[in-house]
């Protein structure tokens, strides 16, 4: 066996610095509730969530395979607490699709996202993403029967 010279070490480990060194940008793990849309496919907006963000790109966790290389909307949500707005802030990102990795615990993907530009959303644009939001209202019928946990009056 060769034994292996200095530079190739020196290269070597220059190789190794750029694999851990990639990312220009830091990332924080931050979990908001976001939604998607790929315009390719034509449906409709997807719940998802942030599993990590920077200034510029996050990982979403969503249920939709999505192409690679495809251009993609997102809105992300940030809490009230977090900005000291009166109510949560919303905001639209646009960007490509970089990386998708199946979950295979989850039956999901995770999906990383390089945005190119982004818009806070006012109250009026924000309302739609607000009302996916809630939750559908659970409709009783008036002849159902009371289960077995409620007060029983006699």
């Known amino acids: 066996m060769l034994p292996i ?6 290269r070597s480990s220059q190789a190794d610095h750029r694999v ?13 509730p976001a939604f998607v849309w790929i315009p ?13 963000v920077s200034t510029v790109g996050a990982v ?15 809105v992300v949500t940030f ?8 109510s ?7 960007g490509r699709v970089l990386r998708v990795e199946p979950q295979y615990e989850n039956a999901g993907f995770r999906v990383a996202v390089s945005s ?12 739609p993403f607000a009302a996916l939001d809630r939750p559908a209202p659970q409709v009783v019928p008036e ?8 007060l029983q009056l006699s």
């Open 116 to 127: 190119s530009n982004y818009k806070y959303l006012s109250r009026e644009a924000a309302e």
């Open 40 to 52: 390719i496919l034509g449906k409709d907006w997807a719940q998802s969530k942030t599993v990590n």
């Open 20 to 32: 851990e060194e990639r990312r220009k940008k830091p990332r924080f793990t931050l979990s908001f």
């Open 88 to 94: 949560p802030l919303r905001v639209r990102f646009c």
């Open 5 to 10: 010279s200095s530079t190739d070490t020196i």
């Open 143 to 150: 002849n159902a029967e009371l289960g077995s946990s409620s």
């Open 79 to 86: 809490p009230s607490d977090l900005t000291h707005a009166t």
């Open 60 to 74: 979403l966790e969503t249920t939709m395979a999505v192409p690679l290389d495809s251009p993609i909307e997102y």
